[in-house]
């Protein structure tokens, strides 16, 4: 059992970056494949990224790629999503996964509850 706690969300001006965490319990963190996944309102949630056990594999949603890093510190059992240049359009709420990965949702074991990003224009 993993459980997951995003923070670092909040309101940013367009263009802006912030930096989402996931702590995760447990001590086989390490043994799971890490996802973070969004949803706006009124949408479906989407993929957003991944980064595999060891982070020998990251995945990006074309949408996000070049702008956002996924990266993972085992030793904290945490993994950080850095998102830069941030649009209005990354508004939604944010959340982490773990599971075997890396961008279908029904992979994906444990979620968080989920952190909102805001981005004003």
């Known amino acids: 059992q993993v459980q997951l706690v995003e923070s670092g969300g909040g309101l940013v001006q367009a263009g802006g970056s912030l930096r989402l965490s996931c702590a995760g319990s447990?001590?086989?963190?390490?043994?799971?494949?890490m996802g973070w996944f969004r949803q706006a309102p009124g949408k479906e949630r989407e993929f957003v990224s991944a980064?595999?056990?060891?982070?020998?594999?990251?995945y990006y949603a074309a949408s996000v790629k070049a702008r956002f890093t996924i990266s993972r510190d085992n030793a904290k059992n945490t993994v950080y999503l850095q998102m830069n240049s941030l649009k209005p359009e990354d508004t939604a709420v944010y959340y982490c996964a773990a599971g075997g990965g890396p961008t279908r949702q029904r992979e994906y074991d444990y979620w968080g509850q989920g952190t909102q990003v805001t981005v004003s224009s």
């Open positions: 980064i595999m056990r060891s982070s020998s594999s990251t």
């Open positions: 447990g001590r086989t963190f390490s043994s799971y494949a």
